[in-house]
């Protein structure tokens, strides 16, 4: 038995369920991806290239190191896994990356439009905006130093230009959340818009003391982290 097990699970129980419930474009496919930080290590679980997610088991998710390496499993890691790890290496608050194709944020990829602060609730749980980050092919580094540009925004939410979106988080059940709430999100947005009339967004000085609580929650876990590293070393 792999000394990931848990983890393992944990990324294959999430991907499982964002793909039975569409999050990924289709209920049959392999598209999107997921992985979670293996605490205490250098190593992130993540799931693998091309595989069907009906069809995937526990041993078919990827352990690799912060430079991409495989170091367990048989099958080839997401084509995703380097915008991953630029994640965890650009967010120290980050623990746990989802990428998906779902389809209101999508709709947003597709126009180029960023989301911004509509609700004070989703405000405080995901950030100020969800910003689009510019194409870059999937897989490349083009794509990579896109969503790193857009990181130091400290949201959890991005939209991936004429691709999909991405949602960050201190656990893989936050992010999940995240996904949601952007849906949500992007789905009121998309149909107010479609009414003509105009939409109100939260005044900027109220989204910006909301974003406040963002920061201070992911600073908590910056030092509860460093903490860890302190008394390791």
Do not use: W
């Not at 290239?49 to 069809?55: F, R, T």
């Not at 939209?159 to 952007?182: C, P, R, S, V, W």
């Amino acid at each position: 038995m792999s000394d990931y097990t848990e983890q393992k699970e944990k990324v294959l129980q999430t991907a499982q369920r964002l793909s039975e419930l569409g999050y990924f474009g289709t209920k049959s496919g392999s598209a999107g991806n997921v992985s979670m930080l293996i605490e205490g290590t250098p190593y992130a679980a993540v799931t693998p290239s091309g595989l069907p997610y009906p069809e995937m088991v526990v041993e078919d998710i990827a352990i690799v190191n912060m430079e991409g390496d495989r170091i367990e499993g048989d099958r080839e890691p997401s084509v995703e896994t380097g915008m991953h790890l630029a994640c965890y290496k650009n967010r120290k608050d980050v623990n746990a990356v989802i990428h998906t194709h779902q389809l209101y944020a999508s709709t947003f990829a597709l126009i180029n439009h960023d989301v911004p602060a509509l609700f004070d609730e989703v405000v405080v749980a995901i950030g100020n905006k969800i910003e689009i980050v510019p194409y870059g092919l999937s897989g490349s580094d083009d794509l990579l130093n896109n969503v790193v540009s857009k990181l130091v925004n400290r949201c959890h939410c991005y939209i991936l230009q004429n691709h999909g979106a991405l949602a960050i988080g201190k656990n893989l059940d936050k992010a999940f959340t995240y996904i949601e709430l952007m849906e949500k999100v992007c789905t009121v947005y998309s149909r107010a818009l479609a009414t003509g009339l105009e939409v109100t967004t939260l005044d900027e000085m109220l989204s910006t003391a909301l974003h406040s609580i963002t920061t201070s929650s992911q600073d908590m876990e910056i030092a509860r982290k460093e903490s860890l590293e302190q008394a390791a070393n």
